[in-house]
């Protein structure tokens, strides 16, 4: 079905109460609304309306085994979402809500299938973004994944969301670039080994330190293989300084399209021409200037300028924190094993 998308620009500090009501007014009418989060855009619908669930499958073209996250803003909704909250997911809870941490627990029955992808368990997240909490305070828990097409990069602006899902949903709230451009860290607590499935805004460290114990993370053998965010330009990361300027000059030779995306590790200087160099902050990704030269923007972009081939310059070997957080997302992007 195709929809007229209705753009609503809305302050990122003080939504506009009216603009909030009528956004909630489509959730509870089983619309489709994208919001903003301090991580990347949503694209959310009411969690306890199976119906309104499954269009985000349709318009994302999501696979129906992958489970959604559940938006709260509040700690009183967890009631009617999970069986019990064990002492270890109220500490991070106490120490990291509302913020870029999502917590996976066994979920109560009530909570529809969909949501949970047919597993037993739903992943929680509060968000922090005044817009994300004043939508969910106003239509009731949310269930949202990024508002991307499967697979394409995660959204970060609403042009991004534009780009992807106009006339497939009906509301964007439009309130700006998102602060980290990176998705929520993702913790599994739902057995007695607590897993971390997939690093974000919040570091590992931070977990470890509030929990005292040790955390795994699933790698790639173990880990559901997670879907490549697909880019129309090659992505490739190389292993030092002359790798990248002999990649360059072969893809020169044969009329390609090529751009650098340096990093505050590696040494900005190259010894050739190229269409096009974007700078990456690994740590710096909380800085508001920094969003254009989000990992996110830079995939969009290099596709909007034609760009064959990305080749970022080489990266320390032991990062930690948010560093290796995008390191991941930059190895997803090039088909590396992570
Ligand atoms: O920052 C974020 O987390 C963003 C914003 C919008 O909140 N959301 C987000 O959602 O990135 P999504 O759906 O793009 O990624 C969530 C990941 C998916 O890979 C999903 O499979 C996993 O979380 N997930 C959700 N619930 C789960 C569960 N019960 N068990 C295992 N994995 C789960
Ligand atoms: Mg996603």
Redesign the pocket.
Known sequence: MILNTLCLKVNPVKPEADKITLAAAFIRKSELVAFP?E????LGALAFDPAAVKKIFLAKERPAD????V?ISKLEQLAGLVKSIPADARLLMDRFWPG?L?I?LPAREEVPAIV??G?N???L?M?SHPVALALIEAAGPIA????NLFSRP?PISAEHVKADLDSRIAVILDAGTTGLGL??T?I?MSGMDYQI??R??IPEEALREVLGVSLKFLNSSTKEK?ILQKSRSLVLVCKDMNQLESSICEYEKTNKKVAVVHNNYSNQHINANVFREYQVDLDGISIEESHQQSLYSILRDAEEQGIDVLLFAPFPSNLSGTASAWLERIKNAAGMEI
């Open positions: 989060t991580t990347v855009y949503g992958k489970p959604l996250l938006h870029p999502s996976i949970r992808g597993k368990t739903v992943g997240r968000p949202a994944p990024s508002a995660s998705e929520s993702i599994d499935l997939r974000g805004g997670e």
